[in-house]
């Protein structure tokens, strides 16, 4: 395992790892510690103080919170049980018109809205974009992933989860 | 020598398959293997013994690509080799194009349990040939050579090769068509098909095949070139069993691919976390102005719904519950191409080592729903480009275990998805001069090998060099290409603006290709790729997807004037609402949303364009680097209005410096108008719930969108009971189907 200290790890969450810096990391061994050296390093990051139990997404976390495991992003809105999808608490704005296509990608580059729709999903706290959506109009809501937090921890990491 | 029982201690090959199928079904491993013990017993024999039959694939495929004239195989390597145990299984395969490996395992069960044993009988030096997508192949083009290894009386396994041909004698001239709706339109069918013995290839195959394609000095090639990689093999392998012992042999081929299924789930245990995936891709297919066929002039969107679950035992199912019907239409999938496209996606996002068999495709459970576009079950039906439906529905795997892979903390190997491999334009025509003339030219330009990557969570993508579908990315030399097609000439290949998806990391960006026509007759053209809809599934957490294609090409031009006058011509379409071809040239200028054409002929000094795609984005775009979207500006990959809608980063171009430089204030001050921006038009989840059901409600869907989701209420419950209770539909909503 090369180069898996906290700090190179801080470094390539951020995205500023040199190419020769990350390729030995992507062609290297695993660390079977990762899961648990990220865990530190976003809990330092994170301004609050529940517990993640699993890292969701760039911005939400699987936390505990009163006893309860819920979404939560790092801006410190909450979304609610981890079982609902976390899109359905989200702003949203869709995409449906050449008007509004247009304003992201060039004339005839971009889906025809006879076709296919583009949806962004906002975090209604900061206003980050969580998630984006190209499909049919009428599509309903896609679930992304739902984890088996307690199979991760008891059958693959040998160990309670956190909360248990 | 006809032989009734060619099996291991004198069983069928039929009663051994039964036996391997029985015992995994029981067990849920190879064979019922509980220990590996020759690789307890002694791991250095067994490493080595893995090695050295790798090695002897390895070294079969870079000797045998050389027997090859085509470019395809011979320039860019479009060929793969595998040795599989007599019932079939996949047990060390060549570097290559290894969607077909699986594929070649699902010929030789075919001809297991259609007991060819019997008629026309398995004996050493026998040559089978196939291509049938119903038993074991992705589409006709690709041709696959598979020859038994016998070893005192005993069938010990097959060795099996795969080339992709330059043309099949299809509807039209090339190798991925677009123009078929039925089986007799996909070129020439060889099902299994003993074409030779005493390992020399019967005269009378050869005479009819070689009268079956376009191409026949390649497809003669081909056919040497496959068969001398599976002899190489087949001498490795009796080498081998000298060495080591048959009894070795036998014992190992078993506990290596039980070894492979154990290092999948493994792997799965490794790198993801248990749970419930899922993603929905799509595929425009707008045949209703494009095809000739009544039948096929109709428009549609495939659904690709995928579901994974990742089981705690680290196996893993995967669904397609939900997908659209089968068409009248190039794009059906048979199991093999499924089955292939989830070995070519395992092999690059998991389980890239070297020991790779079908111990891996053992460790995942399918569900390819009956009666969709990738189950249909009519083998009349035209299966000559499954690619149309194969690549954008497997983004979703990559999706998938991309989620996986960040929460497991192993950011550095998320890939949301890649490019579509097109646009493959294709077609042919007949020098009218020159030294050639009269000779035929086929268009199967490989460019398509050089697609957009898809980001990672710590990087951008990669640009213009991956192919998820070909291998090694690699498109050959231009000047072999130059040879073989040479009737459509190079004005130009230059970095196609604004192709990455948007995104905290973008997608790797892509390039576009301008060519004319010249010195030829009777000119076939046509191409596809996505274009009415974004392709796959798109972005990951808050990225774009990629721009689509499109289509634009000029007829009866003034081309030949313009290069006699010394004038510019058009060598880019950076700006297709203010394109060149129309500022520089004149004739009858064809600009299209939608990228699929169906073949048109052309003339000389025709001119044609063709832009590859970019990768899908990961994050939000306000969240990049505004240093990197500068670079971006300066490296041609994104224009300046897309940069200030999207990235909110308003730079000035330098006319001194001849660059870009960032207005950091103006910057900031339209990130912040973005972030506004977003709050006022972004409404709540509620309010859009009730405008989206209102689409359905109010009959606002078009024909296409209606008929996708009539097919997949029709073809799934589950699918069907997910979508009304979202939309709080009644039972009975949209059920009558047309």
Same mark, same amino acid.
């Given at each position: ?24 990391i ?9 899961f648990?050296?990220?865990l530190?390093?976003?809990h ?17 976390y ?8 819920i979404?939560?992003?790092?801006c *410190?809105?909450?979304? *609610? ?37 583009l ?18 109009? *009428?599509?309903?809501?896609?679930f ?20 248990k | ?18 036996e ?62 595998g ?6 299984d996949?047990l ?6 290894l ?19 019997e008629?026309?009988?398995?004996n050493?030096?026998?040559?089978f ?5 119903e ?6 083009t ?31 001239p090339?190798h ?27 005269n ?12 026949p ?13 599976d ?18 042999y ?11 299924r ?49 089981r ?85 795997m ?18 949301p ?23 035929r030219?086929s ?12 980001a990672?969570a ?31 000439v ?62 634009l090409?000029a007829?009866?031009t ?46 000389n000094y ?19 680097d ?12 994104y ?19 001849e ?30 719930w ?15 969108v ?11 419950e ?10 709080d ?10």
């Amino acid at each position: 395992m090369t180069g898996e200290d906290k700090k190179t790890l801080e470094r390539m969450i951020n995205g500023e790892l040199k190419w020769e810096e990350l390729k030995p990391i992507i062609s290297d061994r695993k660390d079977p510690s990762r899961f648990e050296k990220i865990l530190d390093i976003l809990h330092e990051k994170t301004s609050w103080n529940e517990k993640i139990l699993i890292p969701l997404h760039e911005h939400l976390y699987v936390v505990v919170k009163d006893g309860e495991r819920i979404v939560k992003c790092d801006c *410190g809105h909450e979304f *609610g049980d981890y079982r609902k999808n976390w899109k359905l608490k989200c702003r949203v704005r869709v995409r449906d018109t050449f008007e509004t296509l247009e304003e992201l990608y060039p004339k005839y580059m971009s889906s025809h809205p006879d076709w296919m729709e583009l949806r962004e999903f906002f975090c209604p706290g900061c206003f980050t974009l969580l998630d984006t959506e190209s499909v049919p109009p *009428g599509y309903h809501v896609v679930f992304n992933f739902l984890p088996d937090i307690d199979a991760f921890y008891e059958k693959w990491l040998g160990r309670k989860a956190p909360d248990k | 020598m006809s032989n009734n029982k060619i099996g291991w201690n004198d069983k069928s090959l039929k009663e051994m398959l039964d036996e391997s199928e029985s015992l995994f079904k029981d067990t849920g491993r190879y064979f019922g293997i509980e220990k590996l013990s020759l690789k307890e017993e002694d791991p250095f024999r067994y490493e080595r013994a893995y090695a050295s039959l790798r090695g002897a694939l390895v070294s079969a495929r870079e000797t045998a690509l050389h027997v090859a004239a085509s470019p395809i195989v011979k320039e860019i390597g479009e060929l793969c080799f595998g040795l599989y145990t007599p019932e079939g299984d996949s047990l060390v395969v060549s570097t290559g194009i290894l969607v077909h490996i699986h594929t070649m395992s699902e010929a030789m069960k075919f001809m297991i349990k259609n007991n060819y044993e019997e008629d026309p009988t398995i004996n050493h030096g026998d040559i089978f040939l196939n291509n049938d997508p119903e038993c074991g192949n992705v589409h006709t083009t690709d041709v696959q050579t598979i020859i038994p290894i016998f070893w005192e009386g005993e069938l010990i396994g097959w060795a099996g090769g795969v080339t992709h041909q330059i043309d099949i004698g299809g509807i039209s001239p090339g190798h991925t068509l677009v123009s078929c709706v039925q089986r007799f339109d996909d070129g020439v069918y060889y099902t299994c098909l003993k074409i030779g013995s005493n390992d020399k290839i019967w005269n009378d195959h050869m005479q009819t095949a070689k009268r079956s394609v376009r191409t026949p000095m390649y497809w003669e090639l081909d056919e040497k070139c496959r068969l001398s990689g599976d002899l190489m093999i087949r001498d490795a392998v009796l080498d081998f069993i000298e060495r080591e012992g048959v009894d070795y042999y036998k014992k190992f081929v078993r506990e290596a691919i039980e070894e492979g299924r154990q290092i999948m789930q493994l792997r799965v245990k490794e790198r993801l976390i248990p749970g419930r995936y899922r993603a929905a891709s799509f595929m425009d297919l707008p045949f209703k102005d494009e095809a000739w066929q009544p039948i096929a002039k109709v428009n549609r969107i495939s659904n690709q719904p995928l579901e994974i679950i990742v089981r705690e035992d680290g196996s893993i199912y995967l669904s397609f519950d939900g997908a659209s019907k089968w068409g009248h239409n190039v794009a059906n999938c048979m199991k093999g191409a499924m089955e292939g496209g989830q070995w070519v996606l395992l092999t690059q996002i998991l389980i890239y080592r070297d020991k790779v068999n079908d111990g891996a495709y053992l460790a995942v459970e399918t569900n390819y729903p009956p009666g969709t576009w990738c189950n249909p079950g009519d083998p009349y039906l035209s299966y000559q480009a499954p690619w149309g439906n194969l690549i954008p529905a497997y983004t979703g795997m990559m999706k998938c275990i991309s989620y996986g892979l960040f929460s497991r903390g192993f950011r550095e190997e998320v890939v949301p998805g890649y490019s579509f491999t097109g646009d493959a334009i294709q077609g042919g025509g007949i020098y009218s001069a020159g030294p050639l003339k009269g000779e035929r030219w086929s268009l199967s330009t490989f460019e398509i090998s050089g697609q957009g990557l898809g980001a990672s969570a710590v990087r951008d993508g990669l640009n213009h060099g991956y192919a998820m579908w070909n291998p090694e990315a690699d498109l050959g030399d231009v000047e072999t290409w130059d040879l073989f097609q040479g009737g459509v000439v190079y004005l130009a290949r230059r970095i196609k603006p604004n192709t990455p998806g948007h995104g905290k990391f973008r997608g790797g960006a892509n390039y576009a290709g301008v060519a004319f026509i010249a010195n030829s007759k009777q000119i076939d053209f046509f191409g596809a790729r996505e274009g009415m809809v974004f392709h796959g599934c798109g972005g990951m957490h808050g990225g774009y997807p990629q721009a689509t294609g499109y289509r634009l090409y000029a007829k009866n031009t003034n081309l030949k004037d313009i290069f006699q006058q010394q004038k510019p011509y058009p060598i880019s379409d950076d700006d297709p609402s203010d394109g060149d071809f129309e500022k520089l040239i004149e004739g009858e200028i064809t600009r299209k949303h939608n990228a699929l054409i169906y073949p048109i002929m052309l003339d000389n000094y025709d001119l044609i364009y063709f832009p590859m795609g970019g990768g899908p984005g990961y994050g939000d775009p306000l969240e990049r680097d505004p240093e990197s979207v500068n670079q971006d500006l300066n490296d041609g990959y994104y224009t300046e209005d897309i940069v200030s809608n999207v990235y909110g980063v308003v730079a000035q171009f330098d006319d001194e410096k001849e660059e870009w430089n960032i207005d950091q204030e103006a910057t900031k001050k339209r990130r912040d108008d973005i972030l506004n921006e977003r709050k006022q038009k972004s409404v709540p989840f509620e309010e859009f719930w009730n405008r989206e059901r209102k689409k359905i409600t109010d009959d606002g869907l078009s024909e296409q969108v209606k008929t996708m989701y009539f097919e997949s209420l029709n073809l799934s419950e589950n699918w069907a009971k997910e979508f009304r209770e979202f939309w709080d539909f009644p039972d009975d909503f949209l059920k009558e189907v047309d």
